[in-house]
């Protein structure tokens, strides 16, 4: 059979599986995997949500056995969060800094039992507040300032439990800068700050707002969270959340943003994180119940797409799944 005249064929680099090992260009560990974890109060049994297939509402006991199996997958990240009572919850939001609270007492025993798991905790008021906000409403408007004080003392509450790093999730401005001030003055300089610096106002949260029964009383979370028509916004707020002290920035949700992902990452000096979310996760899992795709293969394609747009870690409610799939590939 007559071949074409070609010295350049990009295919001889595709050749052989070993080949295409050598020369990829984009890798993930375990290690850069963190694992969003739910913790209902009062639970007496882990319960399944049922817009997140394999994913629970856990009782304490059965939140430290998930921590253990990912810890011995290579999973050593962990982001709470909790689901409080609704008899907890008021207008003020003050569970949120009982130091004797669900969260506080939860984070203690996570460390007494793994105090080698990294420990990120969530600073917002929504699973708190009765408004189910992020921040303190007031007349219709969500206050910006009063928020961020309030997120200040939650920062050092945490930090006195045995959390390694806080991650406001609320979009109010100046948080970050405040909590870092907060930290510092109380001795927490080893604390991290994981800012949630360009979370949208996002159709694909719905079934986490489920899991947490978090979702706005009234109103919506858009003069708080990012517009999806914008960008450059975007790095901004990265290059103000960098200059106030944020250790981690993050990009949420991830595979409708990729493009922010990869625009943060070329602006910043920290690394980049992003939330593979709840819908993200659900939709994956629909498709594979109906048969459309293959979870596995759709979860590692997902994922690696997400690492190749410049994350370098990534929260994702498929962590031990990926971590297992990376297991077996060795």
């Known amino acids: 059979m007559e071949s074409l005249d070609l010295s350049l064929r990009p295919r001889r680099n595709r050749s052989t599986h070993y080949r295409r090992e050598m020369l990829s260009e984009t890798s993930i560990s375990a290690h850069q995997l963190i694992l969003p974890l739910f913790i209902a109060e009062n639970a007496n049994e882990k319960t ?49 800094i009982n130091d004797n609270g669900f969260l506080p007492k939860t984070i203690k025993e996570i460390k007494k039992q793994f105090p080698d798991a990294i420990l990120i905790t969530d600073l917002a008021l929504d699973p708190y507040s009765s408004d189910g ?11 910006n300032d009063k928020t961020v004080f309030r997120l200040g003392e939650m920062a050092v509450l945490h930090a006195q439990c045995g959390a390694d790093i806080v991650a406001p999730s609320d979009m109010m401005d100046g948080r970050v800068g405040h909590i ?25 949260y719905g079934p986490f707002r489920d899991a947490l029964d978090s979702a706005p009383k009234a109103g919506d979370k858009k003069t708080y969270q990012m517009d999806y028509r914008n960008k450059t916004e975007a790095i901004r707020e990265a290059q ?18 990729l493009d922010i992902i990869q625009s943060v990452k070329k602006e910043s000096v920290v690394p980049v994180a992003a939330y593979n979310v709840s819908g993200e996760y659900a939709m994956i899992k629909a498709a594979a119940a109906a048969g459309m795709v293959n979870e596995t293969a759709a979860m590692v394609e997902t994922l690696y797409s997400i690492k190749r747009a410049g994350a370098d870690v990534i929260l994702t409610y498929f962590a031990k799944d990926m971590a297992k799939w990376l297991r077996d590939q060795r």
């Open 180 to 204: 870092r001030k907060s930290l510092d003055e109380k001795g927490f300089t080893e604390i991290s700050i994981l800012s949630y610096t360009a979370k949208y106002a996002s159709s694909f």
């Open 240 to 257: 103000l959340d960098i200059s106030e002290g944020a250790d981690i920035i993050m990009v949420k949700p991830a595979l409708s943003y």
């Open 133 to 143: 906000h992020d921040g303190f409403v007031e007349n219709g408007k969500i206050l």
């Open 48 to 96: 399944e949500i049922k817009t997140m297939p394999g994913v629970y509402r856990n009782t304490v006991k059965t939140m430290l056995a998930e921590i253990e199996q990912a810890l011995s997958l290579g999973v050593h990240s962990f982001a709470l969060f909790p689901a409080i009572n609704e008899s907890n919850k008021d207008q003020q939001a003050t569970e949120s």
